[in-house]
């Protein structure tokens, strides 16, 4: 291995960011459970998931035996307008740290929506429009993949609904006009332009929305208009292949330099990001090439992997999409606030879900007030001010850092860092003001929604 | 010259940084007028300057005559933190104006202070380190000034005091909690913490403050407490000399695929991201080796090139400053409400106002709603959200080349992008909502101001 400076940020060339996208299910022995139709409570088949989704989505979501899957030229296109992103040797961060390890982090956020969200956002766009439709819906909490969608369809001509959760779209109003600027309709969820959204008025007046019931605004509002579909911006298998671009370009960059990761952490939320970035680490793991330590990082507030079951579980609040098998709080569960948005699910990608069942992978939670401790140390060091989100990842890449200072290991860490913070700040202010909390719920608080999940077929 | 591929982003490596800032008053033959000391009427001395800046600033302020001055080590690696900045072909613009002109933009707003800023604050910073100083202090109006200098700062463990006007203080939160987050203290101008503070809030109860206020209490806080020193974002030599890092680069890419620009474009508030765009460029020009077109744009409620006078005037409201010869329209001036907070300063870079009124460069002015059409096709072809400031020179960039659809010209068009809008939404919406407004001042408008201006030896 030929020794060489590393430089602080690695990009690769243009004609170096990926071809095809990598599929891991080709590679698991054990593939995650296809998604049952929530009625018959048997497997999904292409034409029941056509109403909703987008047909050339529904084969990648179905496939899990091409391992390599063809990128279309015009997302490579749009790729070459923010990608590569650079892999980061964190030289700063060392230092502050006096850690004998070495830090690498992929930098997903040096895009408008400020997140890894536009490498799904633009694929399933591209697909829309191939497929002839006038638009698409999707729901959108937090904002970043209700913008990614919204640049997508600005690229593609296409019409772009986004059902906000109302008191995101009220105290988030940047994000909105964000969005607004890219062309998109954005909606505060409930809203009366759907049944579904009248009647929860009906019942909840002065309700402030939820992800699950925008989430079904957003499929009724697709089903229902000639030329509209759904899209998601996580937990899909489809999600996962796209983002695998971001693993991809991390391991050319890494490899150009001969370096290779001991540990790999990411945060998890619907798991887009951490499947993305470890997609073909894990592959050489899964084909018995190499090992790696992976960590998935959750919030104490919203533990899927961690004191979740590993069952057949709604996706949504309202009980109106597929089911999938996940590692699942119950879909009733709401966890307390907590302004990492995009952490806020109650499941997790059934791919994860079933490699970390099977032990590929580590998950561990970390608490609100430590995580934004984190985020303030590495935006004095590295500069950028990051997302809630990812300071989950820096945490923990913080803590085994520290780790290596006590054992005098020096050993390689790469995690995810896939977004920036500009539309957290309320959040920061509360850290920077000492009025943040951590609301870790008890046992007792997650009984209600574990022990609400259906008896469903193969759920122990 | 070899026709090669040229990517949508051309990024240098590492070690193509430059490793020398350049100064263009080397090459030019009338060079600006020096600062006076508004007592004496006579050229600022170094210790008279020495008070109020660190010495090594005051040199580079002073220094006419060597062209390249090194960049030292330190900051050299904290450049590498965040630069080379990418120099991107505008495809998508270019296909969706239908133009054969090529337009090519330098983008210095992929860092956390959001703009171009952070060239020349991590610069001063440096120099208030190496001096052994405690801290420095400035003033900050949008905040991105404010933002990069509380990043450099927390990388050189300086103390950072911002006063922020009170009006953007309370309408920017955000803008404030980024800085907060990186050590800094910001507090809303006027305040209590200074003399001239309280005198103003004696006078004016309730004001709402102004840059000019906020200027005059940073430099007190500077020059009243031991080991801190006053900084400044803009307008000053040393600033255009720091900012020459965005043209150097800028030349160095094109120059990679054998492309030379036609016309250089850049926005004009105090004239930093326009002074260090250009620089390289006009160096040439300077030594007559090749010509290029130069634009100033300049919004239409703030005007200072196109309707100002070229004479000696105060650079702040508060008239403690020295005086700089300069295109002003009087400190006095108060420009309409424009949300291009960057460029709401009544004077200009006296290096810039030189080579203007020598002919080196011309200058035009957009109306903002104009502006922010720019802004909304660019963000939607290109990707970027651009910040208002730097959409003066979108707008301009876009005129440039529908002229060439016109004529059929193949111009090649290069303009600075200084900065995202993250910041700006609320300025965002007013543009989507169809509320944004034009105030152009009238004659009657600058008269007030303009007369105002003192009878300085040399103003005719």
Redesign the interface.
């Known amino acids: 291995m030929t020794e060489k400076k590393i ?3 690695i ?1 690769l ?2 004609k170096e960011i990926p071809t095809s996208w990598y599929n891991m299910r080709a590679d698991m022995k054990e593939k995650p459970a296809p998604l049952l139709n929530p009625g018959t409570l048997q497997p999904m088949t292409k034409e029941e998931l056509a109403g909703v989704f987008c047909d050339d989505l529904i084969d990648q979501e179905l496939n899990d035996t091409d391992a390599f899957i063809p990128i279309p030229e015009e997302i490579q296109e749009y790729y ?3 990608r590569p992103s650079p892999t980061v040797r964190a030289y ?1 961060l060392e230092k502050a740290l006096g850690t004998p390890a070495k830090i690498y982090y992929k930098f997903e956020g ?3 929506s ?1 997140s890894h969200k536009l490498n799904s956002a633009i694929a399933q766009a591209y697909y829309a429009k191939k497929q002839g439709l006038k638009g698409v819906t999707t729901e959108t909490g937090a904002g970043q993949w209700g913008t990614a969608l919204s ?1 997508a369809c ?2 593609f001509g296409l019409d772009c609904k986004v059902y906000m959760v109302k008191v995101s779209y009220e105290q988030k ?2 994000r909105r ?2 969005m ?4 998109a309709s954005v909606t505060p969820s409930p809203s009366d332009t759907t049944a579904v959204g009248r009647k929860i008025l009906a019942e909840h007046p002065g309700t402030t929305g939820s992800l699950g019931c925008a989430i079904s605004e957003a499929v009724e509002a697709a089903t229902s208009a000639p030329g509209y579909r759904y899209v998601l911006g996580s937990v899909l298998n489809q999600v996962l292949l796209h983002q695998s671009v971001i693993g991809l370009e991390a391991k050319k960059a890494l490899d150009k330099y001969g370096v290779v990761p001991d540990i790999i952490i990411g945060c998890a939320g619907g798991g887009s990001n951490l499947g993305g970035l470890i997609a073909p680490f894990m592959g050489e793991k899964l084909r018995g090439e190499r090992d790696y330590r992976f960590i998935a990082v959750e919030p104490a507030s919203c533990p899927s992997f961690t004191r979740g079951k590993f069952v057949y579980d709604f996706c949504d609040t309202g009980m109106v999409c597929p089911l999938a098998k996940m590692y699942t709080l119950g879909s009733g569960f709401i966890p307390s606030p907590n302004h990492a948005g995009g952490l806020r699910f109650h499941g997790m990608s059934p791919i994860l879900s079933q490699l970390y069942h099977d032990g590929f992978m580590e998950a561990r939670t970390v608490e609100q007030t430590s995580v934004f401790e984190a985020a ?1 140390i590495f ?7 990051p997302a809630p989100e990812s300071s989950h990842s820096i945490r923990a890449a913080i803590d085994e850092a520290l780790k290596c200072k006590e054992t005098g290991e020096e050993k390689t860490i790469l995690f995810g860092l896939t977004g ?1 913070g ?2 957290d ?2 959040a ?2 509360q850290y ?1 003001n000492r009025t943040m909390h951590d609301e870790i719920p008890s046992d007792e608080d997650l009984k209600p929604s574990l022990n609400a999940i259906p008896a469903f077929p193969g759920n122990e």
């Open positions: 430089p602080y940020k990009y060339e243009e070459k307008t923010y700063n040096n895009n408008t400020g640049m600005a690229y109003p940047f006009e964000v607004r600027t890219y062309g303030t935006a004095q060091y590295e500069g950028i001010l920036t500009y539309f700040m309320l920061y202010e920077n």
